[in-house]
Structures are given as C-alpha cells and as structure tokens.
C-alpha cells in the first residue's frame, strides 16, 4: 500500500516560506539613493545600501517599523477603527498567513473577524463581494499574488462591475503579495497587475515604502471600490522607517517624487523605486539630474505629476517589474505622447523584465529581473541623447 | 396542507386562514404574471424593438415563486436568468421588467446592463452574472454578514443545472457549508444547459448528489408543484434563520423554450416537452387552488385579465421611458464618482 501524499499548495508554499522567512538567501541588494537623491531618510534604515539578510520585525520599542509590520499596523488599527472591516484568506488566523502579516490578529478580533478559508480564491472573493455589497469591509489576502488568476473572474466581473450595473459599492481590499527576487520561481514571483489595470472599477495600489505600505493600505480599506493592494513580498522585511502618526494616512492618486532633477523623469512603482534609486546614486553628478516620480497607485494615476515631471525634464525612463509587453510602461508612454509629446526631447525607454515566465534558478531570476545597472545604463542613454 | 396527497390525511383538513388564502392568491397571481410578461417580451422581441435577447422562464414559474414568497423584510435573493417570478414576488414592478429589456434609463440598471442582468438592492435583489454560478459564494457573503451582524435574514440563491458544473459552484457550497450560513442554494434543474443535456454534464444521477458531498442537508423536489417548493423552501428558510447553515434544494423542472429567444431548441427531443407540457405549474397550481375552492373559475379568469391590462401598461410605460445619453456610460464606474455623491 501506498502511503498517500498529500499534494496542497502549502507543501510547495512552505518550503519557499521557509526560506524567505529564514531570510537566509541572497538578496538582490536593495538599495536606496544618498545625499540629494535619497528621498526620504526614513527608506535607508541601515548604513550602506544592503539590508542585512536577518532583518527582523523590529521590536515594540523600536522606532522602526518594516514594510510588513507597517501593513500589520495598518490592519489592526483599521479593525480597532471599525468593525466592519474583517480578514479573509488562507491560512491568515492561527498561522498569521504564509509571510505573518496578519499575526497576532485573531487572537485580537476573534475568529469571526479573522476567517481562515480553503484553497478556493474564487469562492472566497465572491465571498468577499457579498459581505461588502451589505456594508462589511473584507480585505482578502491572496497567500501569493500568484493565485489571484484563479479569483479573475469574480474580480473582474463581480467587484469590478457591481457598482456600475446596481449601484451598489464593493468596498473590498485584495491584498496581494507580489514580485520577485527570492527564487520563488513561475508560480510565486509575477506582477499581476496588467491582469487587472484594463478593467474599469477596480483601484490598483502599489506601495514602495512601508509608511506608504500603512498609509495606503488605510485608504484603500476606506474607500468604497475594489482595491488591489500588491504589496511587494521583497521589501517585507528589507525596509524599515519610523511612522509618522497613529491614523497615517496615504491618498490614493497622488505620486510622490522621491528624487528630484530636470534632466530625466523615472516613473516606476513597488520595489524598483529603489532600484531606480540606487541607479541615480551611481550616476554621476546624479544630484539634481533626476527626477524618480513613485507612482504608488497605478489605478487612480497621478497624469498630473507625471506630466509636470516630463514637461520639465523632456526625457522619460519607465522601469517595472512586471514583463515588457502590455506592460504598464506602454500605457504611460501613450499617455506622455498624447498629452505632452511637444516636450519631449529623446524616445521613451523602457527597463522591464524581458517576456517571459519568472524563472527559478538564481543565476536566471537574477538575469530576469531589472536591476540598478540596467536603469543606470538606460539613464545614462537618455541624459547622453 | 395543500402538497399532502389524499392518502397522507387521516383526518379533514383544517380551513385555510384568511393569510394563507392570500398567499396562495398571490402565489397564482405571481406564476400567471411572470409567464404574461415574458409571453409578451418574446413577441416585442420578435417584432424586433429590443435591442438584446429574451430569457424566459416558461414552465418553471413555481420555483421562484413559491421559494421567494416565503421571505421577509431584510432577506435578498440572488436569481439567475429563468427566475422572474422571484423577481415581482419581491417587488419589482412589470414596468421596471420592460424599461430593462427597452435598455432605458428609468429601468433597474439604468441601461447599463440588459434582460435578466437585472437587480435592485433596494428590494434585495442582486443582479444576475452571466458566468454561471458567480453569484454563489457572493450569496454566501451576504448570508456572512447577516451571520456576523446576528441578523435573522436569509439568502435565497437560486441557479440552473449547468451552473453546477463551475469551480465557482462548488466552492461557494463549500464555503457556506463549512461557515453555516443562512444561505438556501435552489437548483432549477431544467435538465439542459444551453443545448447540453443532464447525461453530458456529469455523471452522477442529479445535482442534488454533487451539492450533499459539501454536507448540507439536501432535498430534491417537483419543481413544477408550487406547494412542494414551497414547503421545502420552508423547511429550509427554518434551518438557516435557526442557525443551523445552508440548505440544497433540487427542483426539477423542464425548460419549455430554447436557451432564449434565438434558440428554437430543435436539440430537445419532442417528448420532453410533452411531459413538461403536461406538468405545466400554472394549469397544476390554477386546478389545486380551484379544487381547494381557494379560488374560483371565475376569479381565475378575473386574474388573468387583470394581468394582461398590467402587462400592456407596463410595455407601454417600458417603451415610453427614455434612453439614457451616450455620455451617461461614462458614469457610475466608482463608487465615488460624481455620479455616487449626487
């Protein structure tokens, strides 16, 4: 007789967690800018621009909060806030989910505000458009942002489209581990959110920093549409800054520059702000050069500081994650081309990901995914134009 | 009472009460008035004024009747596309019917969406979703909040056979099963999906095999015997608000028409349709209420009149609504927007 074997998704899961709790790979460094180019202080939280590998949450004393504990925080003080607002997902209560976001939250709210759910991402968001059509505010974890392709359709036909057709607002918050960069491979590394950008209705947020991770998160659980939240699963742990205030609070639509020139505008969002950052701290007398505009919300899209930003510089770099064709990049070029193309002093270019799958083995995710030599050399093409 | 057959009644039954023989009225009224108006729809559609298809229910009036009229202030049902009976029961007026079909502004979805994608939130009522099965574990959701909210509501999810094949069916069962929701999932089973018969659909006898396997108590009835739906769907409604979960109810009924309006169903064999024929629910229904002298000929008759003249002045007011502008598709997609804050 055969023992069987039990073939879930989390066996998979957990030897990939393991690693990227364990925090013991590799990671690509991530870094931010210096001197005039560093943004806000609060993104370089350790001397140099590598992270240590063992960064931790920090504790209850510390001033510094990481990217994941900042959206724990935004979580439990949105549930102590409102009772409305409740968790659904995998694995979310007495795990506290695949990467701990959610940790600590059951025991707090109870099981009725925390809901662990099976592996059906389907049912549980159409679970989700219900309790929000009465009033309920349900933000839905989705363990990798991997499994939302099996939740497309009540996304994109059912929250996306209710308001339109009755009237009635789905305020529900899809929160969705995304990206790359620890070998997690085709199936626990993609950028998701060209899925989604073409589909009127939905709200599409992508923070870069953890006060951003927490402000964002708290507006997107009060506004009254679907949101998409794809917080990057690479920053976790690898960020860390002090929070503002309690109620800090992010509005959605509105990019922020965090590096300022009138040579070049870089748009881009999640994790490669820092990555175009620290391209602009190996360029040369990159102080003053650059602009590096953060778009934060892809879906409502700030046209205004993007366009200002160009209308200054003349020159565009656009870098994402995600792959190059039907990427985001090709949406903001034809923006920039309709509406500021007189100002425009060389082409647009592009750094993405080339079109494929990610892939899994170091030396290959590493070729995959842009890197701060990429966007330096592209930089460097266009301020030489 | 009524569904009992003769040999199940030791003793005379005892006179109905006066709200009983309402119900039953009202019931009648409902099942006549769904088939009237999509009798009617199919001729506008054929005389070419609607812009889109006509989905009917015809042979199937019992099921969203009988179930709907059991509910209460606060309860909201989700109906699929052959369901309109549901529909008035809960108060959605014929002329708001024909407004959607004629895609004008006053109508339900203000033009946005069309036929039987229809709802009002106001009545309870969520709009259907073409991709079969969608609204299940969205039915589920809602019963969630009456659960988390400890309210005594109920959720009536009504859905075809084929709408049993999708993920989306069998996780929202799933989900309200191991939840215990006040949910009740109806299955009309008109045994085809599209031109797709039972036999092509799966391999167990009935849907109701499919849905007992998430382990919720599950009935299987006459779909074209108003009163058997009607004490089922009561059984069930008791579980739920008792808090005893979600029930799975299987009427069985037959599709007397196409998939809709273009579809001549020439893939149905004759003989289906002469058994459906023969266990019409209105004629069953209409005789039961006559026998039981709940009604008589005459006022049968009464009633049938009185719903043609509902049924032309609801067209005429359909027709003479106005169209909604083009720019006005431009609106309404966020909850925030301009629209919203009026």
């Given at each position: 007789?055969?023992t069987?074997?039990?073939?879930?998704?989390k066996?998979?899961?957990?030897?990939?967690?393991?690693q990227?709790?364990?925090a013991s790979f590799?990671?690509?460094p991530?870094?931010c800018?210096?001197?005039?180019?560093?943004?806000?202080?609060?993104?370089q939280?350790?001397?140099g621009n590598?992270?240590?590998?063992?960064?931790?949450?920090?504790?209850?004393?510390s001033?510094?909060?990481?990217?994941?504990?900042?959206?724990?925080?935004?979580?439990?003080?949105?549930m102590?806030?409102?009772?409305n607002v409740?968790?659904?997902g995998?694995?979310?209560g007495?795990?506290?989910g695949?990467f701990?976001?959610t940790?600590?939250?059951?025991?707090?709210f109870?099981?009725d505000?925390?809901?662990?759910?099976p592996?059906a991402?389907a049912?549980?968001?159409?679970?989700a458009?219900?309790?929000?059509?009465?009033g309920?505010?349900?933000?839905?974890?989705?363990?990798?942002s991997?499994?939302?392709?099996?939740?497309?359709d009540q996304?994109t036909?059912?929250?996306?489209?209710?308001h339109?057709r009755?009237?009635?607002?789905?305020p529900?918050?899809?929160r969705?581990p995304?990206?790359?960069?620890f070998?997690?491979?085709?199936?626990?590394?993609?950028c998701?959110?060209?899925?989604f950008?073409?589909?009127p209705?939905?709200?599409?947020?992508a923070?870069?920093t953890a006060?951003?991770a927490?402000?964002l998160l708290?507006?997107?659980i009060?506004?009254?549409?679907p949101?998409?939240?794809?917080?990057h699963?690479?920053?976790y742990?690898?960020?860390?800054?002090e929070?503002p205030?309690d109620?800090h609070v992010?509005?959605?639509?509105?990019?922020?520059?965090r590096?300022?020139?009138?040579?070049?505008?870089?748009?881009?969002y999640?994790?490669?702000?820092?990555?175009?950052?620290d391209a602009v701290?190996r360029?040369?007398?990159?102080r003053g050069?650059?602009?590096?505009?953060?778009l934060?919300?892809?879906?409502?899209?700030?046209?205004?500081?993007?366009?200002?930003?160009?209308?200054?510089?003349g020159?565009?770099l656009?870098?994402?994650e995600?792959?190059k064709?039907?990427?985001?990049a090709g949406?903001l070029?034809?923006l920039?081309?309709?509406?500021?193309?007189?100002?425009?002093?060389?082409?647009?270019?592009r750094?993405?990901?080339?079109?494929?799958?990610?892939?899994?083995?170091?030396p290959?995710?590493?070729f995959?995914l842009?890197?701060?030599?990429?966007?330096?050399?592209a930089a460097?093409?266009?301020?030489e134009? | 009472?009524?569904g009992?057959t003769h040999?199940?009644?030791?003793?005379?039954?005892?006179?109905?009460?006066?709200a009983?023989?309402?119900t039953?009225?009202?019931?009648?009224y409902?099942?006549?008035?769904?088939r009237?108006?999509?009798?009617r729809?199919?001729?506008v559609?054929?005389?070419?004024?609607?812009?889109?298809p006509v989905f009917?229910?015809?042979?199937?009036?019992a099921?969203g009747?009988?179930s709907?009229?059991?509910?209460?202030q606060?309860?909201?049902?989700?109906?699929?596309?052959?369901?309109?009976?549901?529909?008035?029961?809960?108060g959605?007026?014929t002329e708001?019917?024909?407004l959607?079909?004629?895609g004008?502004?006053d109508?339900?979805m203000?033009?946005?969406?069309?036929?039987?994608?229809?709802?009002?939130?106001?009545?309870?009522i969520?709009a259907f979703?073409s991709?079969?099965?969608?609204?299940?574990?969205?039915?589920?959701?809602?019963?969630?909040?009456?659960?988390?909210?400890?309210q005594?509501?109920?959720?009536l999810?009504?859905?075809?056979?084929g709408?049993?094949?999708?993920?989306d069916?069998?996780e929202g069962?799933?989900?309200?099963?191991?939840m215990r929701?006040p949910v009740?999932?109806?299955c009309?089973?008109?045994?085809?999906?599209?031109?797709?018969p039972l036999?092509?659909?799966?391999a167990?006898a009935s849907?109701?095999e499919r849905?007992?396997?998430?382990?919720?108590?599950v009935e299987?009835?006459?779909?074209n015997?108003a009163m058997a739906?009607?004490?089922s769907?009561?059984r069930?409604?008791?579980?739920?608000?008792g808090?005893?979960?979600?029930s799975f109810?299987?009427?069985?009924?037959?599709?007397?028409?196409?998939?809709g309006?273009?579809d001549?169903a020439s893939?149905v064999?004759d003989?289906f349709?002469?058994?459906?024929?023969k266990k019409?629910?209105?004629?069953r229904?209409?005789e039961l209420l006559?026998?039981s002298?709940v009604?008589?000929?005459a006022e049968?008759?009464a009633?049938d009149?009185?719903?043609l003249?509902?049924?032309?002045?609801?067209?005429?007011?359909?027709?003479?609504?106005?169209?909604?502008e083009?720019?006005?598709g431009l609106?309404g997609?966020?909850?925030d927007?301009e629209?919203s804050k009026?």
């Amino acid at each position: 007789m055969c023992t069987p074997i039990p073939r879930s998704r989390k066996h998979e899961l957990s030897a990939i967690s393991s690693q990227l709790l364990a925090a013991s790979f590799q990671p690509r460094p991530l870094s931010c800018g210096s001197g005039y180019c560093n943004p806000c202080a609060s993104l370089q939280p350790t001397a140099g621009n590598r992270l240590p590998p063992d960064s931790r949450l920090p504790t209850h004393d510390s001033p510094l909060i990481t990217y994941l504990e900042a959206i724990r925080q935004a979580l439990q003080e949105e549930m102590r806030r409102d009772p409305n607002v409740l968790l659904i997902g995998e694995d979310i209560g007495v795990l506290g989910g695949a990467f701990k976001v959610t940790e600590g939250l059951q025991q707090e709210f109870g099981e009725d505000r925390v809901i662990d759910m099976p592996i059906a991402e389907a049912g549980f968001t159409g679970l989700a458009v219900g309790a929000s059509m009465m009033g309920l505010r349900p933000v839905v974890e989705f363990q990798f942002s991997d499994f939302i392709s099996c939740a497309f359709d009540q996304i994109t036909n059912v929250a996306a489209k209710t308001h339109y057709r009755m009237g009635v607002p789905v305020p529900i918050v899809f929160r969705a581990p995304t990206g790359g960069g620890f070998n997690g491979g085709p199936f626990h590394s993609q950028c998701t959110e060209m899925y989604f950008v073409p589909t009127p209705g939905l709200k599409i947020v992508a923070p870069a920093t953890a006060s951003d991770a927490k402000g964002l998160l708290k507006s997107s659980i009060r506004d009254d549409n679907p949101v998409l939240f794809l917080e990057h699963k690479h920053l976790y742990r690898r960020i860390k800054e002090e929070m503002p205030d309690d109620d800090h609070v992010v509005p959605l639509g509105k990019a922020a520059t965090r590096c300022e020139g009138d040579q070049l505008t870089i748009l881009t969002y999640g994790a490669m702000v820092h990555i175009c950052l620290d391209a602009v701290s190996r360029l040369e007398n990159g102080r003053g050069i650059v602009d590096v505009v953060d778009l934060r919300t892809l879906v409502p899209l700030d046209k205004e500081t993007i366009l200002e930003s160009v209308k200054k510089t003349g020159k565009v770099l656009i870098v994402h994650e995600d792959n190059k064709t039907g990427g985001f990049a090709g949406e903001l070029t034809a923006l920039i081309v309709e509406e500021a193309f007189e100002f425009l002093d060389g082409p647009i270019r592009r750094v993405t990901a080339p079109d494929t799958p990610v892939p899994f083995s170091p030396p290959l995710e590493a070729f995959h995914l842009p890197n701060a030599d990429d966007v330096a050399r592209a930089a460097r093409s266009l301020l030489e134009y | 009472m009524l569904g009992a057959t003769h040999s199940e009644m030791s003793e005379p039954p005892a006179p109905l009460s006066l709200a009983a023989l309402e119900t039953l009225t009202r019931m009648l009224y409902h099942m006549k008035l769904h088939r009237a108006i999509e009798d009617r729809l199919e001729v506008v559609y054929r005389q070419g004024k609607l812009a889109g298809p006509v989905f009917v229910g015809r042979g199937q009036e019992a099921i969203g009747v009988a179930s709907a009229t059991l509910l209460g202030q606060g309860d909201v049902i989700f109906p699929s596309h052959r369901d309109l009976g549901a529909f008035l029961v809960r108060g959605m007026k014929t002329e708001s019917v024909f407004l959607q079909y004629f895609g004008r502004r006053d109508g339900p979805m203000r033009g946005r969406d069309g036929n039987m994608h229809m709802g009002d939130w106001k009545l309870g009522i969520g709009a259907f979703v073409s991709h079969m099965a969608d609204t299940i574990p969205v039915a589920a959701g809602v019963a969630l909040a009456f659960k988390v909210r400890r309210q005594e509501n109920v959720v009536l999810c009504y859905f075809g056979d084929g709408a049993s094949s999708r993920g989306d069916w069998h996780e929202g069962l799933n989900i309200a099963a191991i939840m215990r929701l006040p949910v009740v999932y109806l299955c009309v089973n008109n045994q085809y999906a599209y031109s797709t018969p039972l036999d092509k659909q799966m391999a167990v006898a009935s849907v109701a095999e499919r849905a007992a396997g998430y382990g919720m108590p599950v009935e299987s009835v006459d779909g074209n015997d108003a009163m058997a739906v009607y004490s089922s769907t009561q059984r069930a409604i008791a579980r739920a608000r008792g808090g005893e979960g979600p029930s799975f109810i299987e009427c069985w009924t037959y599709r007397m028409t196409g998939h809709g309006s273009h579809d001549d169903a020439s893939y149905v064999p004759d003989a289906f349709f002469e058994e459906g024929k023969k266990k019409d629910p209105i004629r069953r229904f209409s005789e039961l209420l006559q026998d039981s002298d709940v009604i008589s000929g005459a006022e049968a008759a009464a009633m049938d009149e009185r719903i043609l003249v509902e049924v032309e002045e609801g067209l005429r007011k359909g027709e003479a609504g106005a169209l909604p502008e083009g720019p006005e598709g431009l609106l309404g997609v966020y909850a925030d927007s301009e629209e919203s804050k009026a």
